[in-house]
C-alpha cells in the first residue's frame, strides 16, 4: 500500500514554529510519514525529530535552512555552478543534507542539481511564465528560441552537475542515503528528459536515481518546453521517489483537488513506488491538506482495479 508523507513545505506558517505541532498536525490528516523540505530551519526541524511522531522518509536538500551569507540562503547554491569556489559551497551543504538525512533515519535526499546561470534564458523563462496561467503555447513557438539559446551553453553545466552528483553518491554510500535528481520547473534548470542518461552514466541505480516531481513537468508542458511523456521515456533511469501535488494552469503546489492535474497521468513513473511526498505549500487551506491522503488512495485504487 502507498504511503503518504507531507512535506514540511506546508510547515512556512507561524502556527507552525515548533515543529512538533507540525508533527502533530501531520498524523491528525492521515500521513504516514514526513519530509524535510529545503525551507525548515534548524529549530524546525529538531522539533520535529524530537517529538518522534512520525517518521521522516526523506531531506530536500538543502536542508536544514540557513543563510550562507547577508540574504544568500543555501538554496540559492548551485551545484551546476562553473565556478568552482560556489560550487564547492553548494556540495559542502548538500553533504550536510545527507547527513542530517542519516542522523534522522531518513533514506533518501533529493537534490537540485543545478542551473544554467545565464541572465538571458533566465529572463526569457520568466517572461513566458506572465502569460496567461491557462494558455498553452502553440507547439515550438517561444520554445524553439529558449532551446536555441540553452543548448549551446548547457554542456559546461552538465559536466558540473554530473561531477557534483559522482562526489555525492560517493559520499552518501556509507551513509546508506539514496540520492533523487528531482525534475525542476524551470528550463534553465537541470535535468531535462534527454540529460538524464548522461547524468547517470555510470551511477549505481541502487544509490541514486530520478526524482519525479508532477507539478513541475505539468508546467513544462503547459508552456510548451517538455511533453509530459517526455519523462517516462528515459531508457534505464530508475525512478526513486516522487513529489505529489496539483497544478492551477501554471501554478503548482496545489493540493490534490486543488487544481487541474490529471495526477493518472503520471501513475506510470511513480505507481510504484511505497510512498509519495505532498509538497503542498502553506497558501493552501488545511481541510485540502487533510483530504489529499484519501483523495490520492482512491486514485490509486482505481489504476489497480480499473473496473
Not at 70 to 75: H, L, Q, T, V
Not at 239 to 258: E, M, N, S, T
Not at 264 to 277: E, Q, R, Y
Amino acid at each position: 500500500m502507498t504511503r503518504f508523507a507531507l512535506s514540511t513545505m506546508y510547515a512556512q506558517h507561524e502556527r507552525f514554529t515548533d515543529g512538533a505541532a507540525f508533527a502533530r498536525f501531520a498524523v491528525q490528516a492521515g500521513y504516514d510519514a514526513l519530509e524535510i523540505s529545503h525551507s525548515t530551519p534548524v529549530d524546525k526541524l529538531r522539533g520535529i525529530v524530537e517529538a518522534n511522531i512520525l517518521p521522516i522518509v526523506a531531506v530536500h536538500q538543502p536542508a536544514p535552512w540557513e543563510e550562507t551569507r547577508p540574504g544568500i540562503a543555501n538554496a540559492d547554491l548551485n551545484l551546476a555552478s562553473l565556478d568552482r569556489e560556489h560550487r564547492d559551497e553548494a556540495l559542502y551543504h548538500a553533504r550536510r543534507s545527507i547527513e542530517t538525512a542519516a542522523r534522522i533515519g531518513a533514506g533518501a535526499v533529493v537534490l537540485h542539481l543545478g542551473h544554467l546561470d545565464d541572465p538571458e534564458l533566465i529572463d526569457m523563462d520568466r517572461r513566458l511564465r506572465r502569460r496567461p496561467s491557462g494558455e498553452r503555447l502553440e507547439p515550438g513557438a517561444l520554445r524553439r528560441k529558449v532551446e536555441e539559446r540553452r543548448s549551446p551553453l548547457a554542456e559546461p553545466h552538465l559536466a558540473a552537475a554530473r561531477s557534483s552528483l559522482s562526489e555525492l553518491v560517493e559520499f552518501a554510500g556509507p551513509h546508506g542515503i539514496v540520492l533523487g535528481v528531482e525534475n525542476r520547473i524551470h528550463f534553465h534548470e537541470i535535468p531535462l528528459p534527454a540529460e538524464l542518461p548522461a547524468l547517470f552514466d555510470g551511477v549505481d541505480p541502487d544509490h541514486a536515481g530520478y526524482w519525479h516531481d508532477t507539478g513541475h513537468a505539468d508546467v513544462l508542458d503547459r508552456l510548451g518546453y517538455v511533453p509530459l511523456g517526455a519523462w517516462m521515456q528515459a531508457d534505464g533511469i530508475r525512478c526513486v521517489g516522487a513529489h505529489v501535488h496539483d497544478v492551477d494552469g501554471v501554478v503548482d503546489h496545489r493540493a490534490p483537488g486543488r487544481g487541474d492535474s490529471d495526477l493518472a497521468a503520471h501513475l506510470p513513473l511513480i505507481g510504484g513506488l511505497d510512498t509519495w511526498t505532498l509538497e503542498i505549500d502553506q497558501h493552501e487551506p488545511d481541510e485540502a491538506v487533510s483530504d489529499a491522503p484519501d483523495r490520492l488512495r482512491e486514485l490509486v485504487s482505481r489504476a489497480v482495479s480499473p473496473g
